[in-house]
């Protein structure tokens, strides 16, 4: 293990630094370096020129967070924000009450906490890791040096900002329009299906998501879920084997939103 390289547990805040790429005990592959990144190209905000891409590298710190790590409480002061390099990050907001509702699921290549970092505002969710992840860490300081001195990376943050506002809309649409629950799982599974290919029919992907979690993506009881997945299973739209989730009839489920 690299000098200076640590691993940040459930219970702790930390960052990580270190030089390369290695393997990491949650089962990660760790990009030490943004220099180094294999995926570097495919993403909006890390697919910049070379110049940037040096100051990128040397202003962020490299770090892993196990399942069930909290990254950023709402609430909470800016301290930066966490580019995410690999795995999923749930965003949730809480009533005085303790009800959550998440809004959604962070994939790879997105940058969190940007709102609060650059308006100076306290963060606005909460981001709790759902499965191991690299979230590499830049302190507000840094970050908004980065973007006064990197115009295509001030463009790419805008870009970014965009694509949230615009999921936020979609989250409330399906949440506020939708006249039944079932019209709201239905809504959220096909959204599931957009980014998967569909093989003789069928489409495959991997639910990490609880019942209770999916209740609290689409403004329902945990109950709710439950009773509409068996629902749904009966009507052969789908099949549960373990985490994978199988689109049987995505026809079936889109019948449901239209009815």
Do not use: W
């Not at 629902?231 to 084997?241: G, I, T």
């Amino acid at each position: 293990m690299p000098s200076g390289f640590r691993f940040v547990s459930r219970r702790e805040g930390g960052i990580l630094r270190g030089g390369d790429f290695m393997r990491a005990p949650y089962g990660l592959e760790i990009i030490e370096s943004c220099l180094s990144c294999p995926h570097r190209e495919d993403r909006l905000f890390c697919n910049l020129p070379p110049p940037a891409v040096q100051k990128l590298a040397a202003i962020t710190s490299a770090a892993a967070y196990p399942k069930g790590a909290t990254l950023f409480v709402e609430g909470q002061s800016p301290r930066g924000v966490f580019i995410l390099c690999s795995g999923k990050v749930k965003l949730s907001t809480s009533s005085a009450d303790g009800k959550s509702l998440i809004l959604r699921i962070s994939e790879p290549g997105e940058v969190l906490g940007l709102p609060a970092t650059v308006t100076g505002k306290s963060y606005e969710l909460t981001a709790d890791v759902i499965e191991p992840t690299q979230a590499n860490f830049i302190s507000r300081t840094d970050f908004l040096l980065f973007l006064r001195e990197h115009g295509e990376a001030a463009l790419r943050v805008a870009q970014q900002l965009g694509e949230t506002y615009h999921l936020a809309i979609a989250e409330m649409r399906t949440i506020g329009l939708s006249r039944s629950a079932a019209e709201k799982l239905a809504r959220f599974l096909l959204d599931l299906c957009a980014n998967h290919d569909e093989e003789k029919g069928e489409v495959k992907l991997t639910l990490t998501l609880t019942h209770e979690e999916i209740a609290q993506m689409i403004g329902a009881s945990r109950e709710t879920v439950t009773r509409l997945f068996a629902d749904f299973k009966k009507k052969h739209f789908l099949q549960v084997k373990g985490s994978t989730l199988i689109i049987k009839n995505k026809a079936g489920l889109e019948s449901v939103v239209d009815a």
